[in-house]
């Protein structure tokens, strides 16, 4: 369930969801991706239910900002190239993070920050309107404050609360940041809350508002999740992976990984390093498109560590293949 207060055209990123390279025409793969997943950090204070961080034996790290330099220097070559700080932990703990969002914008790339709103700031908002970050997401879970702690173990929905209605009074009439509000919920959850009276409330405040499932797949081996499963279950499928055809991941380390489910950063799914290969060569690599040919052109999920989690459970770009259906 995807909501925008004005439109989908509002979006700073309309461009690619609403390219048919994005939605339907993914093989062959560009010259270079349309998302850079970058992990300024895998450093988090909070201890969620779904996430597979609690599973990883990663030391704690940050993203060196000449590296991130090299990274944005190589995407800005690329036309409708954009960049996304996400990864293991909370983008906003990263001590530079304001370095860094000015420096991806310096390279005239279109930037996206993640994040779960609790070390937001009035001197980092102000930085990223300055500096014209193009999106800030919030990451929510369930629909309620009481869902919203079940879920997000250690946090604090009062900070978070608070921290959007700063963010959105500061940015005003501003045209960037585009704001916006990703929760996914639980099965159970849907019967005890309404996902448009959600909507309706943050819509006040922010550009855009996402609804989806919750994905406890990659974390079925815990014990805390086991009465969930079950309905969790419902309706998953399998299908081929898109996501290798349009976006690839950067860990803060430098190593660069097929996707982002992988918490433990196993060889496996580690392409390279950047210290060793550049990110087209990265992309358009023969380890690529083995995984490509393995799960995108294929359905050899089970032979991956990680893609024998993944299921498709999303409905967010129906709306914009819907809007490309009528062109």
Not at 133 to 157: C, I, M
Request: hydrophobic share 40%; charged share 25%.
């Amino acid at each position: 369930m995807l909501t925008y207060r004005q439109g989908p055209e509002q979006d700073p990123f309309s461009y690619i969801y609403s390219s048919k390279q994005w939605l339907v025409s993914y093989d062959p793969p560009r010259k270079f991706p349309f998302w850079l997943n970058i992990e300024p950090t895998n450093a988090c204070q909070l201890n969620c239910l779904f996430c597979s961080r609690q599973l990883s034996q990663r030391p704690i790290g940050f993203l060196d900002p000449k590296l991130a330099d090299e990274i944005f220097q190589e995407a800005a070559g690329y036309e409708g190239a954009a960049v996304r700080f996400t990864g293991w932990g909370e983008p906003l703990l990263h001590p530079k993070i304001d370095l860094l969002a000015e420096k991806a914008k310096k390279a005239d790339l279109k930037l996206k920050i993640y994040t779960n709103g609790l070390a937001l700031t009035e001197k980092l908002m102000d930085c990223f309107i300055q500096v014209g970050v193009d999106d800030l997401q919030f990451s929510f879970q369930g629909l309620t404050p009481e869902q919203y702690a079940f879920n997000r173990v250690g946090s604090d929905y009062r900070i978070l609360e608070k921290n959007i209605i700063m963010a959105s009074e500061k940015r005003g009439r501003a045209a960037k940041p585009f704001l916006s509000i990703l929760t996914s919920v639980l099965a159970d959850e849907l019967a005890a809350a309404d996902p448009v009276a959600f909507t309706d409330r943050w819509l006040d405040l922010v550009d855009k508002v996402a609804v989806d499932l919750t994905n406890l797949n990659f974390v079925s081996s815990l014990e805390r999740v086991a009465p969930h499963l079950a309905s969790q279950s419902d309706g998953l499928r399998r299908g081929p992976c898109v996501d290798v055809f349009l976006a690839l991941e950067i860990k803060y380390d430098g190593s660069v990984q097929f996707c982002g489910q992988d918490s433990k950063g196993l060889l496996e799914h580690t392409i390279g390093h950047l210290s060793q290969m550049t990110i087209a060569e990265a992309w358009l690599g023969s380890r690529m498109e083995a995984q490509r040919n393995l799960v995108g052109r294929g359905l050899g999920h089970e032979a991956s560590p990680v893609c024998c989690n993944c299921f498709h459970n999303t409905d967010k770009y129906d709306l914009f293949k819907k809007l490309a259906q009528k062109d």
